[in-house]
C-alpha cells in the first residue's frame, strides 16, 4: 500500500509514528474526544465504525444507509494543490485529496479545501498548515470561494460522480469539521494528516437525483512547493 502525490509514494509508517507520538504527548487521540460523523439529514441512517486520527488514511461513509469502506489495503491517496486565478489579485490555491482505488483502476472519493488566497505564489508552510488546522468548513465552490470544502464519490465502475457541488448544490444541510491535524515533511514537502467528519447532500453530476452522505475520513494534504 502507498499513499501518492503524483504518483510519489509515502510510507505509511512515518505517519503512524508521528500520530502515535501526538497520542503520547496529548489528548487530541483519545477515542472518548474523537466526535463521531454527523447523521445525515433526510437519509436512512447506518452505523459508520470509528476510524480515528491514528488509523493510516481511509473512508468510512453512509451513503442512503449503506455503508462505505475503504481502507489502505486497497487505494492510494493521491494529493495535490492547484493554483486559481481567484478574481482579481492575488492568485489562490485550493487542495484536493483523493482515494484512487486500485481494483478498478479509478478514484472514488475525494475531498478539496480552498480557496486560500496567498502572495501570488504558494502559501508557506506556516500558512499551509493554519489552512488545515482543525474546525468547521462551510461549503462552497473551492475554485472560486474562499475558505470552502467540497465532497465527491464515485461509485464503483460509475460515471458520472456524486458530488456536493453538482445539481442544485443546495447544501443547508451540509457540515465538514476538521478534528485532528498534524504536519509533518517528508521529502522537503510539507505535508498535513487531518481526520475530518463531514454530513451533506451529493448530487448526481449527470442530473440523475441525490442521496444523503455522512461519514468520516482520515487524509492527507499536501502543500505543492
Sequence with gaps: ????STKQTTPYWMLMIIAGATCLT??????KEDPAPPTPGGGAACSVPALEFTSAPGLRMCLDGILISLDADDMEVFNSGMQEAFPGPPAGMRYSSRFYAMNINDFRFGLELGLFVDNG?????????GYCEPGM??????????????VFWREEGGFPPWSTYCGSADQSDFSFTITHSEPFVEDGEQHVKVRATFSGTVYDCGGGGSKQAAGTVVTVFRREA
Excluded: W, Y
Design 1 to 4: 500500500m502507498a499513499m501518492r
Design 121 to 129: 505564489g504558494v502559501p508557506t508552510a506556516e500558512q499551509f498548515i
Design 26 to 31: 496529548t489528548l487530541a487521540c483519545n477515542k
Design 137 to 150: 468548513r462551510e461549503h462552497g465552490n473551492t475554485e472560486e470561494e474562499l475558505g470552502k470544502a467540497s
